[in-house]
């Protein structure tokens, strides 16, 4: 990682490093005071909110030997001492308490039965690495299943079961972090219902997601669910600022793109030239249905089924995106806009074919397609399809 993001990522996982979600932090705080934890926690929100870093930041808290209570007036607990052997221990994420479960698939190195203990060193480094702020991408890249989809298993179950059956090392919390929990495996989620519901003493499960509807419902009922909005644009912009090498102008601009994303922040911070392979491969993709060039669209289809579903999927986010941005500017003019100049420039004359007629049809087709894709539908079949029907919104009269 470069000295220019070295600044910008939190390494160590306490509350000061997070960016912004200062109502979220006080309210961990006060309930690892109260006594009143709920020993099964489900923290959700977008990519880039800091659900990840802010269960590690309150893992770290809650076996903290060394906290002060938040009242006392001396000096007000807000985070962990970062001194005591525990802190120490959380400081290179080998804590023996804390425990982690997370999407894994077979490897060259792994060719059978993967469990999430197969890649501790690798998950380790991603967590250091993108600070806890990386997503499903950043992970099936550092460990090289670009191309797979990642399942909490049986096994990982059954991994769970035999940590917790044994009392905590030091004395604290055990701690479970199962990251991404809507890759939890359905057949294998039931061996976890009645330890989830009924866990052993001085026990706590984390659970965090992006994507709470993709939960298994007898698992989210089981839990107290904690909101991680996207982060607050003052919060974001005062963390990029602190970025020497970022002009001001540059500052406002990935502040205004990002819409509360974090990691996207240092995605664009890290790249001169943000999502241009995205944009010129939507571009192309546009013009072709807009022409309904079929073997054009049929090579497009090809070559997309040639990526992995990760970026299948990023790229249909992308496409979500710019058609609710053309939206935007047909309802409400420029102002309320996140596009870079480029993008700017093409939906001007884009945004006319994207109206109050198809723009629902638009957004439901790409929401539907990343479903499909992450249900191992065939990316060539499907491609082709959301081409075809693409190409009929674009010559759809506005009503």
Known sequence: MDVVLLLAVSRDMYFKDIVGQEGVKERLIRMAHSGRISHAQLFYGPEGSGALPLALAFARYLNCQGRRHPDEASSPATDACGTCPSCVKFDKLIHPDLHFIFPVATTPQVPKNPVSKNFYEKWRSFILNHGGYGNLNDWYNEIGIEKKQGLINTEDCSVILNTLSYKSYQGGYKIMIIWMVEKLFHAAALKILKVLEEPPDQTLFLLVTENPEQIIRTIRSRTQMMLIPPVEDPALRERLQSIPTLEPARVNDIVRLTNGNYREALRLVREEAPDQELFERFRHWMRLCFRFSIPEILDLSRQMAQEGREAQK??????????????????????LCRLTQGELEFVRNFSPYVN???GNAFAQMLESAIQHVERNANPSILFTWLSLRISGLLRMKPA
Not at 329 to 334: A, P, S, V, W
Request: proline share 0%; hydrophobic share 50%.
């Open 314 to 335: 990023n790229f249909l986010r992308y496409a979500l995106r710019i058609i609710r941005e053309s939206l935007l500017i047909d309802l409400r003019g420029e102002a």
């Open 356 to 358: 109050l007629s198809n």
